[in-house]
T-cell receptor
Framework: GDSVTQMEGPVTLSEEAFLTINCTYTATGYPSLFWYVQYPGEGLQLLLKATKADDKGSNKGFEATYRKETTSFHLEKGSVQVSDSAVYFCALSDLGQKLVFGQGTRLTINP | GAVVSQHPSWVICKSGTSVKIECRSLDFQATTMFWYRQFPKQSLMLMATSNEGSKATYEQGVEKDKFLINHASLTLSTLTVTSAHPEDSSFYIC????????????FGAGSRLTVL
């Protein structure tokens, strides 16, 4: 079945560092890909998405490009802030609205 | 913006009791809602799809008699954990599509259940 594999956490960086969180997927069809973020004490929020190969999703300085050839959707940000500390989930949807999530990556940014 | 509200946000109960968790779409209608379960430091696992006015669709391995789902209106779905046991302790999260597009889900903040 469909699956998503994320980079193991936790990840700890200093403020203004470059961030990459790796995400790869397996799917039988042509899924849409998502990054969700969960801030402490809050629900999951959609961070960005891409619906087809070579699409780039971006939001709040974060970017991810849908790479069909490597089945990847890595999340990047050029300069992280303390407020980016959260748990990040990569996910795919290959059957309409059902989401398959990766295991989540906890990110901590130190000032 | 679209908001999905869950209640209670946390609950502690004794083993053998039943617990009901509510999921409400506050400013939009949701004919479908999804219930997820999240174990500590693990991913979200889809438990079931709640359908307004009809029976829920459960994922493989999820006991439908254990996790009762009712979707009585376009803004409310409930999950009842019946005869809860310590292994049912988990974080339960609901979500609903449609507010930002059909394939974008809005998530509730989750309900943490602890069974003693």
């Amino acid at each position: 079945g469909d699956s998503v594999t994320q980079m193991e956490g936790p990840v700890t960086l200093s403020e203004e560092a470059f961030l990459t969180i790796n995400c790869t997927y397996t799917a039988t069809g042509y899924p849409s890909l998502f990054w969700y973020v969960q801030y402490p004490g809050e629900g999951l929020q959609l961070l960005l998405k891409a619906t087809k190969a070579d699409d780039k999703g971006s939001n709040k300085g974060f970017e991810a490009t849908y790479r069909k050839e490597t089945t990847s959707f890595h999340l990047e940000k050029g300069s992280v802030q303390v407020s980016d500390s959260a748990v990040y989930f990569c996910a795919l949807s290959d059957l309409g609205q059902k989401l398959v999530f990766g295991q989540g990556t906890r990110l901590t940014i130190n000032p | 913006g679209a908001v999905v509200s869950q209640h209670p946000s946390w609950v502690i109960c004794k083993s053998g009791t039943s617990v009901k968790i509510e999921c409400r779409s506050l400013d939009f209608q949701a004919t479908t809602m999804f219930w997820y379960r999240q174990f500590p430091k693990q991913s979200l696992m889809l438990m079931a799809t709640s359908n307004e006015g009809s029976k829920a669709t459960y994922e493989q391995g999820v006991e439908k008699d254990k996790f009762l789902i009712n979707h009585a209106s376009l803004t409310l779905s409930t999950l009842t954990v019946t005869s809860a046991h310590p292994e049912d302790s988990s974080f339960y999260i609901c979500s609903a599509p449609g507010a930002f597009g059909a394939n974008v889900l809005t998530f509730g903040a989750g309900s943490r259940l602890t069974v003693l």
